[in-house]
Structures are given as C-alpha cells and as structure tokens.
C-alpha cells in the first residue's frame, strides 16, 4: 500500500512526503524503544527478584514439614523408650509378686533374703528407683533401701486406694516427694492378689521411677530439640524437659491438649502451649493401654528463625546477581541514551539506528539470560561444595569485566582477549592481599572472539591466576608471565609462574579444577599443566567455534 500511495503521489509532493515519512520513523521507533528498554531492565530485575519470592516460599514449605515428620519421629521415639522403662517395671513388679507368693506379712517384714532381693534387683535396673511391699492395711513392710522398714502409713495415698478400689491391673501414680528420703519421682502398682478388692484386698507391691532417669536421656539423645512431657491422662504430668521450660507440674483442664487427648490416642496439631501461650506444633501419643501419654512440641519462632537463616543464605548469592544485573542495565541504558542523541542528529540515517538500537536490546537481554544461567549454575556447583560467597563474587567479576571491556571499546559483535588480559590481571594485582609483590608480564597478539567464548575464557583465565596468587607464592614474591598467540586459526594461551609449583594429585579433584574442565570443554580447548621452575598452564582453542550444540 505504501508503494502505491507513493506512485500516485504528485512530484511537487513528493520530497515532502519523504520528508514528513523520515520524521515518523524518527520519532515513533524512538518512543516505542524509550518505554520498552526500561520494560526489559525492569524485566531482568524483577525476575530474579520472583525467583527467590518463590524459593523462599517454597523453603518455607519445606521446612514445616520436615518439622512435622521430626516431631513425629521424636514423639515415637520418647514413647518407645517410656514403654520399655514401664514393661521393666512391670516385669520386676510381677517377679517380686511371685517372690513373696505364699509368704504372710510378717515373715515379708522379717526376711533378710528377700531385702536383699529387692536391694539387688534396684541396684542392678538403673530405672528402678525403689521398691516398697505394702500390707492391706497400708503398711510399709519392706523396702529396698533398708531393712526394718520405715514404720509408715500409705493407705491416704492416691495408688494405694485406687488400688485398693481396683484389685487389678496396673495403676500409675503421680509425681510426689518421698516421706522418707524426700526424693523425687511417680510409682507404678501391682495387686499382690489379682482381684482382691476392699476387705479380701491384702496388699501391693509398689516400684517408683525417678523422673531424672528420663529427662538424663533426653538431655544426651535430643538436647535441644523441643518439649518433651509424660504425662497422665488427667493432665498431671510425670516428666517434663528441659527444666528451664517451666512446664507446670499440672497442665489446665482446660488445655486444648487435653480436650484432644481424651478423643484421640494420637495426634499432631498446631496451637498455643495452654502454660505460656506460645505458638507451638504439639504432637502426643498414649502409651498402649496406660493412661500415660508421651508429648513432644517445638515452638513456631524456631523454625522462623531456621528459615530466615536459610534466606540468609541465599541472599548471599543473589545480591551478586542482581548487582551484576544492575550494571549491565546501566551500561545498556547509558548505550541507549547515545544512539537517542544520534538519531536527532542524523535524520537520514534513523532507520539503521533504530535497528541497530533494537537489536542491541535483544542482544542484553540474550547476555542478560546466558550470564543468569552462568551465575545459576556456579552457584548450584559452589552450593555443593560448600565454598565461600567470596569465591561467587570474584566469578561474576570477572563476567562483569568483560561487558565492561565491551562497551568501553565500542565493540558489541567480538571481545578482544588481549585486552581483556590486561584488564583482568591488573584487577587481580591491584586487589591482592598486603605484602604481596607480583609482577605481571605480558605478550598479546590481538585476538578477537564472540562474547559466548569470551565467557569461558574469562572465566578459565581468572581461577588459573587467582590460584597462582594464592598458592604459588607463599613469601609474597613473583612474576606471572601470561602469553596469547594466535596460531592458524586457533588462540593459545599461556600463564607461567615462578612459584613453587602445582601439586595435581592434592587439587584436581578442586572446585576449581572442575570449573576449568567444565568451561574448556564449551570453548572446545585442549588444557595441561607442564611442570617447569614453577608452573606452566596452557589452553589451546579454535577462535571460531565448530561444534554445533543439540
């Protein structure tokens, strides 16, 4: 249509025409490339910026539930360990019933055979705390601890009437102070007749456990996991660690724990704690057919605090990435405001610069996209190999260095290594650690690559000298020689040191090492390291490359 409105067009009109035409591709392309160049550096900001919105969610994901499985594995395990200690219980409490089978009270009271059992059997269990044989009547008969037995009454105690009442089975008392020692600890009974209630009830045998024994063991298996409670089913609790926690000796009959416990045998649930109303992930589990529950809780803020550690981390490496992000836009934008002032300048040639500004737009953000995946990858790598933040930013350094080669020279289609050399070695020189003297020699050919195998060689370049700097000279002294050739179509470089040499068995299997493999391997070079006075590294590669990505 253009074509045709241009034929049919009058002479006398026609420059005008052509004039008025120029002046809308000026000012449209420039309007259009104003508002879509921000578009893109914003772009390449924010996007990063939603990646780690994301990671941190999903971090956060990850968390709560590896907390959720860590409680479950922890209740379990407290609760395993409570069932034994009370099957071991049970079992010496049964023994002891069958010891005194058929023996009456007063030869129970006087016999230094079965004190010395009873003395043996605590001191052989380390969970069994003391043992106590109790009459009808509620009188202690014989004890473990000594012989005679204190003269006491028990029959007002909770265990005693509850057995009495019962005659059967297996009563776990509460916690309470001893009358004679005054110790710590709950007991567990047993009927010394099997279903003898009221006036045919003729004694106990009564086994205590100290709540010590417990919360020693949690204190060696998880020190600082959580809060851990056994407790009855009535809310009086029998162990609780760790001790500064301030667990009450009572929970509230009110507690949602309890209103859960009395429905269900097992749960997992999030609330707040019912003695200081901190935010918890709880968890429980009953103890087969005792009325005692084993409990395991960790607060919300520590798993807060895990994730903001983690986010810490992370931040480590992507403050990097968005700085390098953020100089590339800057030097993309300042591109930009040059080629606006050509164009006014120059009508003639406005289409040309539109196109060159348009493909330089596309060209950023494909070097945007190439250096994120760069960036991505070593800091996947270094992520395994646990190495320093340090390290990521000296690598994106020497990344940067290079776009600012390419637009300092004004050269966006090849990067010139040899200049790049210089650059990167005074860099290095210039940042190296008080009391270093190295000296850089250099002879350069002129070599010019496209900016996908400048990358690499960038790279390569910079772990072979910042290894030199570092190891090879270790009073602080030297001279590094670095040598590029270009050869029939090939570049080699060489960098020769005078230090104490390279020790390949101890470092290559390095991080680095594994860097220069990897990225010799996209600039298709051949690398080795000759021994000499000092150490010799040379890369050999095609200028061009000839392999054709799948």
Request: glycine share 6%.
């Amino acid at each position: 249509m253009l074509e045709r409105l241009t034929q049919t067009t009058p002479p006398e009109m026609r420059a005008t025409t052509e004039a008025q035409g120029a002046r809308n591709a000026g000012w449209v392309p420039r309007l259009v490339g104003s508002a879509v160049l921000p578009f893109y550096l914003m772009l390449a900001v924010l996007a990063p910026l939603v990646f780690f919105a994301l990671a941190a969610a999903g971090d956060w994901r990850a968390i709560e539930s590896d907390a959720r499985d860590r409680i479950v594995y922890i209740r379990d395990a407290i609760a395993e360990h409570a069932k034994r200690v009370f099957q071991t219980h049970e079992l010496v409490a049964l023994s002891v019933r069958e010891r005194i089978a058929g023996m009456g009270w007063p030869d129970i009271a006087a016999s230094e055979d079965l004190q010395g059992y009873l003395a043996q059997i605590e001191r052989n269990f380390d969970e069994v705390h003391a043992i106590w044989l109790v009459d009808g009547e509620g009188r202690l008969r014989a004890s473990s601890r000594e012989m005679p037995a204190p003269d006491l009454d028990l029959s007002a105690r909770p265990w005693f009437t509850t057995m009495r009442e019962t005659g059967s089975g297996l009563v776990v008392g509460p916690r309470q102070i001893g009358l004679v020692h005054q110790d710590d600890f709950f007991t567990i009974t047993i009927p010394r007749v099997e279903g003898a209630v009221r006036e045919s009830f003729d004694g106990l045998v009564r086994i205590s456990i100290s709540p010590e024994y417990f919360t020693e063991f949690y204190a060696n298996a998880y020190p600082d996991e959580g809060l851990i409670a056994l407790l009855l089913r009535d809310g009086e609790v029998l162990v609780s660690y760790p001790p500064e926690a301030g667990i009450p000796p009572r929970i509230p009959e009110t507690a949602d724990g309890l209103a859960r416990m009395s429905r269900y045998s097992r749960a997992v649930y999030e609330g707040p704690s019912a003695f200081d109303e901190e935010e918890r992930i709880h968890a429980f589990t009953r103890l087969d057919n005792l009325p005692v529950y084993a409990a395991f809780a960790i607060d919300r803020a520590s798993l807060e605090q895990a994730w903001r550690s983690r986010l810490a981390g992370y931040v480590v490496y992507f403050v990097p990435a968005v700085a390098a992000l953020l100089f590339l836009g800057s030097l993309a934008w300042r591109s930009h405001r040059d080629l606006e002032e050509k164009v006014e300048l120059r009508t003639r040639a406005l289409s040309e610069a539109v196109a060159e500004k348009n493909q330089l737009l596309k060209e950023v953000h494909h070097r945007v996209k190439n250096n994120m995946q760069i960036v991505s990858s070593l800091i996947r790598m270094q992520e395994r190999v646990h190495t320093s933040p340090e390290e990521t930013i000296r690598r994106v350094q020497a990344m940067a260095l290079v776009h600012d080669l390419i637009y300092s020279h004004g050269e966006f289609a090849s990067v010139n290594l040899g200049a790049y050399v210089r650059r990167l070695s005074d860099t290095l020189a210039g940042g190296a650690p008080a009391g270093t003297r190295v000296a850089f020699s250099h002879d350069l050919d002129h070599v010019a690559v496209t900016l996908d195998r400048a990358m690499p060689f960038a790279l390569i370049l910079s772990e072979v000298l910042t290894n030199a700097l570092r190891h090879a000279f270790p009073d602080g002294q030297g001279r590094i020689a670095i040598i590029l050739d270009h050869i029939d179509g090939h570049a080699e470089l060489r960098v020769e040191d005078d230090g104490c040499g390279f020790d390949s068995a101890t470092r290559a299997d390095g991080f680095g090492m594994k860097l220069i493999r990897s990225l010799s391997v996209q600039l298709e070079a051949d690398v080795r390291f000759e021994e000499g006075t000092g150490t010799v590294f040379v890369m050999r590669f095609p200028i061009e490359q000839t392999m054709h990505p799948a």
